[in-house]
């Protein structure tokens, strides 16, 4: 009998989306009935559909709301063994809380964002609401069946704090792309962002660091959307860089972005694990990305495969931006040498690894 898997993740959209999309469809269909759970539109519902996965959209703003919409799906077909993969600390804690007595299901928790998130904040209101979601992490993670974690840091930083063994499984962000080589005739440098625009995201920070070189030929741009962006680009009118910084909207496929790029920019405070850094990566663009206490250090390997920067000030990464201009072979080098470690991220080793926790249950 197929066992029903359920992936939740409350908002399906961007790099997390984009993850256990590839994950779902990845996992073998003549073993698992699959699922997905969301809170309103699935970004990539139709191409879920098309591959036979169920797609639950549930009409609430809050998870909190939808809690009995949810448990009336997972309670269905009560003979079936079923697991439930729920995604991102909130919505974790919310499952084992309210899904743990139902009939024949088990529990995975996923923490795809590094748990030293819990530790940074934006405001007083941000501050509890972070203590709290940290308090119960620690309360009941360890009442689930398995807990993963998308970076090797993540999974010893969570791992200190629950006192329960966690397993990572990479996020599957590496595709294999035959790569077209890049004019050298180019005058002007192409820089590249993808970010949702959040405060986490630190794109102020990327602003003035860009501010700081403006004399420099090239252009920044920023693909994403969210919603600092009318205050980003009043800051880049402010600062009369409109010629350097380009904001582009959320596209789906950054293929022909990656390809007329020369260096990737990832400013995150904190990330699980930037699938972008690796997707520059395979399209041969070198990175610079802040030390954002997540999978940033499986990808980069200690400045091996590109380079880190603190963020404390923005001259911290402006004197690295300019270090490119002066030797762009150095970044080149540290490039090709990361192609090798890309395998660890394909979507084969993910699935391969989910798998093997499913089954093993």
């Known amino acids: 009998m197929k066992k ?56 609430k703003t809050k998870l909190l709301y939808a809690i009995s919409s949810i448990k009336k799906i997972l309670s269905e077909n009560s003979f079936n ?19 743990s007595k139902i009939e024949n299901l088990k529990i995975i928790v996923n923490e795809r964002t590094a748990i030293k998130e819990l530790d940074i904040y934006f405001g007083i209101f941000d501050f509890f609401k972070k203590k709290i ?3 119960l992490i620690i309360f009941f993670y360890k009442r689930s069946s398995q807990v993963i974690t998308n970076s090797s840091k993540c999974s010893k930083d969570l791992e200190n704090i629950i006192n329960f063994k966690v397993q990572t499984i990479f996020s599957p962000s590496y595709l294999v792309k035959k790569i077209k080589k890049k004019s050298k ?3 002007q440098k192409v820089f590249l962002a993808v970010s949702r625009l959040a405060e986490e995201k630190n794109i102020f920070f990327l602003i003035d660091a860009i501010n700081l070189i ?15 962006k009318q205050k980003l680009l009043f800051y880049v009118n402010k600062l009369k860089l409109e010629k350097k910084i380009k904001f582009l909207n959320f596209k789906g496929n950054t293929d022909k972005y990656f390809a007329e790029s020369d260096l990737f920019i990832n400013t995150s405070f904190f990330e699980g694990f930037p699938n972008s850094v690796v997707e520059a990566l395979s ?17 980069i390997k ?18 690295l931006i300019l ?4 030797n762009e072979k150095n970044f080149l080098k540290k490039m090709k040498k990361a192609k090798k470690n890309l395998k660890e991220f394909s979507i084969k080793k993910c699935v391969k690894d989910y798998e093997y926790i499913i089954n093993k249950l």
Do not use: W
């Open 4 to 59: 029903d898997i359920y992936f939740l993740l409350p908002v399906f959209t961007y790099g997390a989306g984009q993850s256990v999309k590839r994950i779902v469809i990845g996992l073998d269909k003549q073993k698992y009935n699959k699922n997905i759970i969301c809170l309103g539109k699935c970004q990539f519902r139709d191409e879920l559909t098309k591959k036979g996965v169920n797609v639950h959209e549930i009409s």
């Open 81 to 99: 063994e079923k697991i439930l993969i729920s995604n991102i600390h909130y919505a974790n804690v919310l499952s084992l809380i309210f899904f």
């Open 133 to 135: 979601i940290k308090m």
């Open 185 to 187: 005739k180019k005058k």
């Open 214 to 228: 403006r004399e420099k030929n090239f252009i920044l741009k920023i693909i994403g959307d969210g919603d600092q």
């Open 283 to 299: 399209n041969n663009v070198p990175v610079l990305c802040s030390k954002s206490h997540g999978g940033i250090h499986d990808i």
């Open 302 to 319: 200690n400045d091996t495969y590109g380079n880190l920067f603190n963020i404390n000030k923005p001259e911290n990464l402006s004197s």
């Open 323 to 326: 270090s490119y201009f002066k």
